[in-house]
C-alpha cells in the first residue's frame, strides 16, 4: 500500500488499528472529533480516508473541510452519528462492522437479562455486606423460564440473541419495521401491545432519527412494574427522563442499559437507582471481538485503496462498493 495515502484517524484509535493504518498509509492522528484550524489547513486537503475512533456526530461541515475524502471507515456496527447522505452526496463511501461483534453484543444481552432478573448486584452486595449473615435471604425474584420475551429491532444481533433466549423455553416475539420471512418468532407490529405481553424488553435497533425515543413511557407502562427493559442499542432510542421516571416511580420493574444518551456522562439520577444495572458502552468489549472490529475497519480502508471496493459498506453505500 502508498504510504502517499493521507488517512485521517478521528477520534483515538485504539493501538492495534493504528499500527495497521501506520505501515500501510500516513496516518494523522487527532483526538479531537472535529480538527482545529491549523490541522485542516495543513492536512485537510490531502486526506482521502478516515478512520472513525469517534462517538461525535461526523457531520457534512466536516466531510467539506475534507475535499479529498474518499471513504469514511468507522469502528462499530451502528454509524447513527454520520450523515450518510451527506457522504454519498459528495462520493464518499463509508463502511462499518457488522457480524464480527454479534456473538458477544447478544451474550452481554443475555448476561444482563440474567443479572437484572435476578437481582444479582443486589445479591451480591446483599453477602459483602454482611446483611445474608444479619438478615437473612435476600427477597424472591422471578424466573425467565417459559415467559415472553420481545426483542426490539430483529436485525443480525437481534437474530443472534433469539437463538439464544430459546433456551428459556418462552415465546420470543420481535418488533420491526416489517416482518421477516423464514424466522420462527412472532412478529409484533404493534409495540405496546407487545411490551404488555413480555416480561422483559431487549433493544437490539439502530439509532438514528427514525428510532429516537422510540421506547417512550407507553412501552413503558405497557412493560409494568415487573418488567424488565434491556438496552443494548443506542441510548437514543430511549426517552432517557421517561425511563428515569418509570424507575423511581415503580412503573417499570428493572432496567440494565449498556448505553446512554450522552456517554459517557450517566445521569446522577440513574446511578442513584438501585432497580438499574449499568453498563459503560461494553457489549462488545471482548479482546476477540474488538481485535476483528479494528482488523475489519483497516481492512476496509485497504481493500478500498488497493482494489476500489470495500468488504463492508453500510447498506446505502452498497451500490457504490
Known amino acids: 500500500m502508498s504510504r502517499s495515502i493521507e488517512i485521517y484517524g478521528r477520534g483515538r484509535l485504539p493501538p492495534r488499528l493504528e499500527t495497521r493504518l501506520a505501515e500501510a498509509f500516513t496516518l494523522h492522528g487527532d483526538p479531537d472529533p472535529f480538527p482545529p484550524e491549523d490541522w485542516l489547513a ?65 451474550n452481554y444481552a ?16 446483599h453477602v459483602r455486606s454482611g446483611g445474608w449473615a444479619s438478615d437473612g435471604p435476600s427477597p424472591l425474584t422471578h424466573t425467565l423460564e417459559g415467559r415472553p420475551i420481545g426483542i426490539v429491532g430483529l436485525g443480525r444481533i437481534g437474530r ?15 418488533h420491526g419495521r416489517r416482518e421477516q420471512a423464514g424466522v420462527p418468532y412472532e412478529f409484533c407490529p404493534d409495540l405496546y401491545d407487545m411490551a404488555r405481553r413480555c416480561a422483559a424488553l431487549i433493544l437490539c435497533l439502530p439509532g438514528g432519527a427514525g428510532t429516537d425515543g422510540l421506547i417512550d413511557a407507553g412501552v413503558l407502562d405497557a412493560l409494568g412494574p415487573e418488567g424488565i427493559l434491556i438496552n443494548v442499542a ?23 442499559l449498556d448505553v446512554f444518551d450522552d456517554e459517557p456522562d450517566v445521569p446522577q439520577a440513574l446511578r442513584d437507582c438501585e432497580r438499574v444495572i449499568l ?42 462498493a
Do not use: W
Open 160 to 174: 443472534t440473541l433469539a437463538r439464544k433466549l430459546e433456551i428459556f423455553g418462552g415465546p420470543i416475539l420481535y
Open 279 to 320: 453498563s459503560p458502552h461494553a457489549a462488545s468489549a471482548t479482546v476477540e471481538t474488538r481485535q476483528a472490529m479494528f482488523d475489519l475497519t483497516a481492512d476496509n480502508l485497504i481493500d478500498y485503496f488497493r482494489t476500489g471496493t470495500a468488504r463492508t459498506p453500510v447498506p446505502e453505500c452498497r451500490d457504490m
Open 234 to 256: 443506542r441510548g437514543s432510542v430511549v426517552d432517557q427522563p421517561a425511563l428515569i421516571e418509570a424507575l423511581q416511580s415503580g412503573r417499570l420493574g428493572r432496567a440494565a
Open 42 to 106: 495543513s492536512h485537510g486537503g490531502s486526506v482521502r480516508g478516515l478512520a472513525n475512533g469517534s462517538f461525535t456526530p461526523l457531520t457534512a461541515e466536516l466531510m467539506d473541510r475534507l475535499p479529498k475524502l474518499e471513504i469514511i471507515a468507522s469502528i462499530g456496527v451502528g454509524y447513527d452519528m454520520i450523515d450518510v447522505p451527506a457522504a454519498k452526496a459528495r462520493g464518499i463511501l463509508v463502511t462499518h462492522t457488522p457480524d464480527v461483534l454479534n456473538a458477544d453484543v447478544a
Open 110 to 125: 443475555l448476561l444482563l437479562l440474567l443479572a437484572a432478573s435476578r437481582d444479582l448486584i443486589h445479591q451480591d452486595s
